[in-house]
Every structure is written in structure tokens, then in C-alpha cells.
Nanobody, 120 residues
Framework: QVQLVESGGRLVQAGGSLRLSCAAS????????IAWFRQAPGKEREFVAA????????YYADSVKGRFTISRDNAQNTVFLQMNSLKPEDTAIYHC?????????????WGQGTQVTVSS
């Protein structure tokens, strides 16, 4: 079983940038598709982005396309989410998870999340 730990979330002004990290231990991380999800207060969890186990295919929600970039370093057992041009509506707890498909379905091995707050 892969264990995932997110980090990098903080308070940032609108228009700013953040890079989140999802560090893995155990299991077969390098053979796992990984996705980022987010959940804002009072809202359902939503899919943000996913990356294939080889890192050669990515998939994004329309709301972040062109602003966020997902990448991975299998040598470091880490997946990154570079977030640029942040908006107040990006405020949420961001989680990473192992997924069966790049659209975010079939998720398991969830991390505890990292808080991103974007001020206007």
C-alpha cells in the first residue's frame, strides 16, 4: 500500500503561485497513476489533475487547465502540482491519491491534505 503525504500549501495572494508536493512511501508508487483533488468548505471534492505512472500523460480539470501543471519525479517518489495565476476560488484542501484512471476514478491511498488559501 502506498502512503502519501502532501505539503506546500499556505496563504497566497490572488495571482500568485504555489508548488504542492505529494511524497510517497511504500507500495509501488512508480507504477501508480497519481491525481490531485481539492475540497473547498461546503463543497464536494473535485478532481484537479492526474499524471500517468510514467509521467508521459496528464489530464486536467477545465477549471485549472493552463494554470496548473502536474509532474512527477519517480526517483524522488514525489508528484508535484505547480499552481500559477491563483484565484480565490482555488482555496481548498488539496489531497493527492493513487487512481486507476487519469480522470480520477478508482482512488485509494489518500494523503491527509494541505491547505491552500488564496486571498483577493
Amino acid at each position: 500500500q502506498v502512503q502519501l503525504v502532501e505539503s506546500g500549501g499556505r496563504l497566497v495572494q490572488a495571482g500568485g503561485s504555489l508548488r504542492l508536493s505529494c511524497a510517497a512511501s511504500g507500495g509501488t508508487f512508480s507504477l501508480s497513476h497519481i491525481a490531485w483533488f481539492r475540497q473547498a468548505p461546503g463543497k464536494e471534492r473535485e478532481f484537479v489533475a492526474a499524471i500517468s505512472w510514467r509521467g508521459d500523460t496528464t489530464y486536467y480539470a477545465d477549471s485549472v487547465k493552463g494554470r496548473f501543471t502536474i509532474s512527477r519525479d519517480n526517483a524522488q517518489n514525489t508528484v508535484f502540482l505547480q499552481m500559477n495565476s491563483l484565484k480565490p476560488e482555488d482555496t481548498a484542501i488539496y489531497h493527492c491519491a493513487r487512481v486507476r484512471s487519469l480522470t480520477g476514478t478508482g482512488s485509494d491511498s489518500w494523503g491527509q491534505g494541505t491547505q491552500v488559501t488564496v486571498s483577493s
